[in-house]
């Protein structure tokens, strides 16, 4: 036990669509607050996705929320139009604020929004589907906090019930692609360090204005 938080349990509601959703609304919110520090001198920083800028990061996070609003639809894969490069820090962080209301309205729309969802090679039920949004927000607004330097730590509740999809969805193909080799973390850690050892993420990495900036293209999205 960790934070007084008990295991969390592969069976305690996560496929249910309510619960999916309230799981999805305290993501953003996490990253909301952390997307408020963004700012124009920030964008060429590094993050921890290897490879990409700050300001590419924003631009992948907003096309992941498109896709996410997409798929409550039953299907991501229709033809979207491209994330324009050159705009403010301002107009991005805006953007992202509109897709994440876009997206929280598309699967709170209940019993409209899709019991299941083809992704690709995939086909998940709408709630793992949400539950992978969340996840990917959660871990991506923290991406955006080593970058800024606030380095807000994912709440306890919200990283131990993300660590469920998390070990449902990533698979042994995805390492390397979309996330990282795990990193061992040790006995009793708090739920936000073992859900980022899982995702391979490097709690040493890129922070802020102490890692300097690059100018280097897109890697592998992480």
Do not use: K, N
Not at 11 to 23: H, K, N, Q, S
Not at 41 to 66: I, Q
Not at 81 to 94: G, S
Not at 162 to 188: H, I, K, N, Q, S
């Amino acid at each position: 036990m960790t934070r007084g938080l008990a295991e969390p349990d592969p069976t305690d509601g996560t496929d249910d669509p309510a619960r999916a959703v309230e799981l999805l609304e305290r993501a953003l919110g996490y990253t909301r607050v952390v997307l408020a520090d963004v700012a124009q001198p920030m964008l060429g920083r590094p993050t921890p996705c290897a490879g990409w800028t700050l300001g590419e990061l924003l631009r992948h996070m907003e096309d992941a929320l498109d896709a996410f609003a997409e798929a409550a639809a039953g299907r991501v894969g229709s033809p979207r139009a491209p994330v324009p490069e050159h705009r403010t820090a301002a107009d991005r962080v805006a953007a992202l604020q509109h897709g994440a209301c876009r997206l929280l309205g598309a699967w709170s729309a209940l019993p409209a929004a899709a019991a299941r969802v083809e992704i690709g090679d995939r086909v998940l039920p709408g709630p793992r589907l949400v539950g992978l949004a969340a996840l990917e927000i959660t871990v991506h607004g923290w991406d955006v906090g080593r970058a800024t330097g606030r380095c807000p730590r994912i709440p306890a509740p919200l990283a131990a019930e993300l660590l469920v999809p998390a070990r449902r969805l990533v698979r042994p193909e995805d390492r390397g692609l979309l996330f990282a080799r795990p990193r061992p973390t040790p006995a009793g850690a708090a739920y936000d360090d073992r859900l980022l050892g899982f995702l391979g993420r490097d709690l040493t990495g890129p922070r802020g204005a102490d890692s300097g900036e690059r100018d280097s293209p897109p890697g592998v999205a992480s």
